[in-house]
């Protein structure tokens, strides 16, 4: 297959798998894509996973990616409370969780990390469109918890601190019975102890 009628067949389709490749072609030689990644044609994101590199990549499309080389994933935690300004600084790692293992794929259009957590965690998130980009996206209440719930080294008050959470942000933003709700799913005494820390934070604050 010529690398003009490849990207006839695929320029509108946001990610490019070799399974969809063979779908169309079952005798595709994959060696072709090693060939056009080396032109500069394609850039490859993870073994199986490409796209064209004249495709504008922003965040919302970023997001959307992160959905589909990991299976059974929602993007949260640190990316997540960027977005939703629950932390200062600007986050360049699309970060997920998944039911699949704790991974990290780095490659030319970003670096995409995924934490573990239980089947039965998965759940407050949401399909979000922008764009006309659908992606599925931690709500606010489940990106902090999972956040809470993942990070090892949240011991006390001052590790705590050390986050630099923007409190008001997330007293503002946070429904607290949904929260409160989701909190009790998790049936963790270590992310109750963190979550006591945290309101421990926010009292004083008002609406």
């Known amino acids: 297959m010529k690398f003009f009628d490849f990207y006839q067949q695929f320029k509108n389709d ?12 079952e005798k ?15 850039k490859k994101i993870r073994n ?19 959905n589909k080389i990991y299976k059974h994933s929602y993007v949260s935690m640190e ?12 986050v360049y790692t699309i970060t997920s969780v998944t039911t699949e293992k704790t991974n ?10 995924y934490y573990n957590i239980k089947k039965d ?8 469109c922008l764009n006309e980009i659908n992606y599925i996206f931690a709500c606010p209440e489940k990106a902090l918890l ?5 990070k090892k080294n949240i011991r006390d ?8 959470l923007n409190m008001d942000e997330i007293y503002h933003k946070i429904n607290w019975n949904k929260f409160n709700k989701y909190l009790k799913a998790f049936n963790s005494k270590t992310l109750n102890k963190r979550v006591k820390i945290l309101k421990e934070n926010l009292i004083g604050l008002t609406s």
């Open 104 to 113: 990290l794929f780095e490659s030319e259009i970003a670096t995409f990390q």
């Open 79 to 90: 990316f997540a409370l960027s977005y939703y300004s629950f932390i200062p600084e600007g």
């Open 28 to 42: 595709f030689d994959r060696k072709q894509l090693n060939r056009w990644s080396k032109k500069g044609h394609i």
């Open 121 to 128: 965690l998965m759940y407050g998130y949401e399909l979000l």
């Open 157 to 164: 008050k001052y590790d705590m601190t050390e986050l630099r």
């Open 146 to 150: 999972d956040f809470l719930y993942l």
């Open 48 to 66: 199986g996973f490409y796209v064209f590199s004249d495709k504008k990549l922003n965040e919302e499309y970023l997001c959307l990616i992160s």
């Open 14 to 25: 946001p990610l490019i798998s070799l399974s969809e490749i063979y779908k169309v072609n």
